[in-house]
């Protein structure tokens, strides 16, 4: 069973930066996508980017186009969230998730949630004015 750990997450300042990470291990699939959520307190959890084992990557959400990178290590399965000119606003639990990519059907309902089988625990990102 697939499993995720997210790591890089903390306190920081706005215009403030952090990269967050997310592990994978147990991977049996080769053709998968991995996505970062994030769910903000009294919010839903939402959609931010994913990318796919092929490098491809969806839209961002576009609160964070221009701020955020999604970016992928096959290698050492992980994916990174370079996260820059934080703000307030993108405090919230962030998790990364993982789901099978068979097709390009996959990869376009890669912004939903169902199309996850694998989530990560989760890490605070605060942003402080």
């Known amino acids: 069973q697939e499993q995720l750990v997210e790591s890089g997450g903390g306190l920081v300042q706005a215009g403030g930066s952090l990269r967050l990470s997310c592990a994978a291990s147990g991977r049996t699939r080769s053709n998968y996508l991995m996505g970062w959520f994030r769910q903000a307190p009294g919010k839903e959890r939402g959609f931010l980017v994913a990318?796919?084992?092929?490098?491809?990557?969806?839209s961002y959400l576009d609160s964070v186009k221009g701020r955020f990178t999604i970016s992928g290590d096959n290698a050492k399965n992980t994916v990174y969230l370079q996260m820059n000119s934080l703000k307030p606003e993108d405090t919230a639990v962030y998790y990364c998730a993982s789901g099978p990519n068979e097709s390009k059907i996959y990869f376009a309902r890669a912004g939903l949630s169902v199309s996850y089988d694998a989530w990560g625990q989760g890490t605070q990102v605060t942003v402080s004015s």
């Open positions: 990318i796919s084992d092929n490098g491809g990557i969806t």
